[in-house]
């Protein structure tokens, strides 16, 4: 990246209204077949425009095509049942009725590389891209087939490689993995979360990023984080492994949030993706609050390592209020780049 302290989202956007009901996760699309495909595209590079508006410097697809970040890819795949459902505890925080893995998963075809030449030919600036991770996949199904996590995160893994080197040769500059799991299944992580991490991102040329969260700003996640005490130092578990593993960039989360920032240190020699936009909160940050939030960071990794970002996708906002939260973190970044030139 030439520019300093370069600018992304972590993912979504809240969808127009006339693409599906906002201000709401799993929300049924408004639009069928060709009008849905074409309204979908037409979002997609609506966000990027209101990206490009606000100053952002690396540009998203806003997830203007998927209806969940983790679901959506999975309706892709074969070996999986979504008409066959269970009820599973996702994250260890609360209940939902999930598809059920029948047999061996596979992906036929790249899932999104379509919708990826799309956003290239709408930006000239860097693109990135985000998957869910195997890990975080493996938590939103009921598996009836491989009887393994492991097994089949690892199957997953594989996929998602496949997936990211379409990817890649759409154009895309930076691949990044989602996986708030790891926030939460430490023994997972060790044993062979970030092994899957890399096996999803193996052999790409472009940049990769992981993206751990404390999730959206919904009740379930607000009522879990209330629970975790005065500091959240789930971080430790990831960050030393990351900081050994051939990743890129660590996106996390940091404005409003209780983790201390001196657990950075343990990513030095990485790029990190700092949240300095509160997503659980319609309350726009001022560039200065911004600007703070990602000085705060500076002791513990080198400025031109900074990508100032959003703590989490803003799907669940208003539109109003991500564009504006958008603004703030272009105008935050802006303020601290003068300082520091
Ligand atoms: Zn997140």
């Known amino acids: 990246m030439n520019t300093l302290l370069p600018t992304s989202i972590v993912g979504s956007l809240p969808k127009p209204s006339w693409l599906s009901e906002p201000e709401k996760l799993w929300s049924p699309w408004k639009l ?10 037409d979002a997609q590079t609506l966000a990027a425009h209101e990206q490009r508006r606000a100053g952002l410097d690396i540009i998203s697809d806003g997830e203007q095509t998927r209806q969940h970040f983790v679901t959506t890819f999975i309706e892709h795949l074969s070996g999986v049942d979504f008409d066959r459902r269970e009820t599973v ?11 059920t893995v029948v047999g061996a998963v ?4 790249s899932v999104f590389a379509a919708d990826a030449t799309r956003l290239r030919a709408a ?9 869910p991770g195997p890990m975080t996949m493996i938590d939103t199904l009921y598996d009836d087939h491989y009887k393994s996590r492991e097994k089949l995160a690892w199957e997953f893994a594989t996929i998602l490689n496949q997936e990211a080197k379409d990817l890649e040769a759409a154009g895309v500059d930076i691949i990044q993995i989602d996986e708030p799991a790891f926030n939460v299944f430490f023994d997972e992580l060790k044993d062979w979360g970030v092994a899957a991490l890399e096996r999803a991102t193996e052999g790409l040329s472009c940049e990769t990023a992981v993206h751990i969260c404390y999730g959206y700003g919904i009740k379930a996640n607000t009522d879990w984080k209330a629970t975790l005490g005065a500091e959240w130092r789930q971080y430790e578990e990831s960050f030393p492994l990351l900081q050994q593993s051939s990743i890129d960039i660590v996106s996390l989360e940091s404005h409003n949030s209780r983790v201390p920032v001196d657990l950075i240190e343990l990513l030095r020699g990485k790029k990190v993706m700092l949240g300095a936009i509160d997503v659980a909160s319609d309350t ?6 911004v600007a703070a939030t990602l000085r705060r960071a500076l002791p513990f990794v080198d400025a031109d390592k900074l990508y100032p970002s959003t703590n ?5 906002l208003g539109r109003r209020v991500a564009r504006d939260k ?12 003068r300082e520091l030139a």
Do not use: N
């Open 32 to 41: 069928r077949d060709d009008e849905l495909r074409e309204g979908k595209l």
């Open 89 to 99: 505890r996702i994250r260890d925080r609360y209940d939902a009725s999930v598809p």
């Open 106 to 109: 596979s992906r036929e075809k």
């Open 123 to 131: 930006a000239d600036q860097p693109i990135k891209w985000a998957l």
């Open 284 to 289: 726009i940050e001022t560039p200065e609050e």
């Open 312 to 316: 989490c996708g803003m799907a669940p």
């Open 326 to 337: 958008m603004v703030a973190l272009a105008a935050g970044a802006e303020l601290l780049r």
